[in-house]
């Protein structure tokens, strides 16, 4: 599904940006945003975390459409 990968992009980006910010102390969402407080950071903070929680269902999943698919 394309949503599946799209919350795994974004849930990546998330795990980059927190990376950033546990080595080196520096937020790339805020730093490209202009801030963690701007709309467009909030709404990228949102994203990601929709993505994670939305990743949580992949755990639960029976890979057999994948199977299939690719057969």
């Given amino acids: 599904m394309i949503i599946d990968k799209l919350a795994l992009i974004l849930t990546i980006v998330g795990a ?12 790339i969402v805020a730093w ?14 949102t994203a990601v975390a929709l993505a994670g929680i939305w990743c949580i269902s992949l755990l639960f999943r029976e890979d057999t459409d994948d199977v299939v698919s690719h057969a």
């Fill in 32 to 45: 490209i945003c202009g801030g963690a407080g701007t709309l467009l950071a909030r709404i990228i903070y």
């Fill in 16 to 27: 980059l940006n927190w990376g950033s910010i546990g080595l080196f102390q520096f937020d």
